[in-house]
């Protein structure tokens, strides 16, 4: 998956934005659950990139829902 654009995230609506959070959160937990079971990641930067992506999207839950209750 490639990295998650703030104007991707925007276009979504609310539910489709929890959706990917869910989504994104299960493969974070995926991918530390490797590294901790002594693994190694195909790509050790998918970790950072998925928190970042997680990060994004809760910035932009936090701004529709700030702007739906004033």
Do not use: F, Y
């Not at 659950?33 to 809760?58: H, Q, V």
Request: aromatic share 0%; hydrophobic share 40%; no cysteine.
């Amino acid at each position: 998956m490639a990295v998650l654009r703030a104007d991707e995230v925007r276009s979504m609506n609310l539910e489709e934005a929890k959706a990917k959070l869910r989504e994104l959160r299960a493969e974070l937990a995926r991918e530390r659950a490797i590294r901790r079971g002594g693994g190694s990641s195909e790509n050790p930067m998918r970790a950072r990139e998925l928190r970042r992506a997680i990060a994004r999207i809760l910035t932009v839950i936090r701004e529709k829902e700030r702007v739906r209750v004033p």
